[in-house]
């Protein structure tokens, strides 16, 4: 497993961005597909964007498509999230998160196990 911590949520306008940020350590990182999802008020959590332990792949929920943007730098153990163009509803606790199996290329929530804390995005209409 690795240990998670994300960082750079906030308040921001509609139209606006921000890019999250998530610190990893333990395990060996860059055998692990990495994901960010999202969990609203009253909602269940949801996929956002996954990109493969090498950083060549990446799948994007439909929602979010050519407006965010994953990657990774796997010599500092980091996974970055730029968000461009926010909306309203995207105002969501963000997690990164890895999945329990190495080398495995995921987008079900259920199929992850080390989860950070979150991190609060606000986007203000």
């Known amino acids: 497993q690795v240990q998670l911590v994300e960082s750079g949520g906030g308040l921001v306008q509609a139209g606006g961005s921000l890019r999250l940020s998530c610190a990893a350590s333990?395990?060996?990182?860059?055998?692990?597909?990495m994901g960010w999802f999202r969990q609203a008020p009253g909602k269940e959590r949801e996929f956002v964007a996954v990109?493969?332990?090498?950083?060549?792949?990446?799948n994007y929920a439909d929602s979010v498509k050519d407006r965010f943007t994953i990657s990774r730098d796997n010599a500092k153990k980091m996974v970055y999230l730029q968000m461009n163009s926010l909306k309203p509803e995207d105002t969501a606790v963000y997690y990164c998160a890895a999945p329990t199996a190495r080398f495995r290329f995921l987008s079900d929530h259920k199929e992850y196990d080390s989860w950070g804390q979150g991190t609060q995005v606000t986007v203000s209409s």
């Open positions: 990109i493969s332990w090498g950083g060549s792949r990446t």
């Open positions: 333990g395990g060996t990182f860059s055998t692990y597909a």
